[in-house]
């Protein structure tokens, strides 16, 4: 990862905290893939012909965000599994 990179990220990270803190409405799960993705991306092992990114990946969340998907979890999970899916083969990772 380049310097530019590195402080796009930092610049990011910056800006989403600052949002979220003052914004709290509890986490989407259009963000939790977010991070996925920018995990994947960060994570890249480039080797002799192919690029890999981790194949398992652990979300944790506050208790009160994690209260609030529990009824649909494992439906989430499912969907999170299939979107890292597609996010490599898009990329071919």
Partial sequence: MNALQRFEDFVERMFEGSFT?????GVQPAEVAG???????S??????????????????LNPD??????????KLEREMAAFVRETAQEHGW
């Fill in 65 to 74: 965000d994690f209260k609030a998907f529990e009824p649909y979890r494992a």
């Fill in 43 to 60: 994570n890249l092992t480039v080797s002799v012909g192919h690029v890999y990114t981790p194949n398992q990946y652990q979300v944790r």
């Fill in 35 to 41: 991070r996925i993705e920018r995990a994947m991306e």
């Fill in 21 to 25: 803190r003052l914004f709290r409405s």
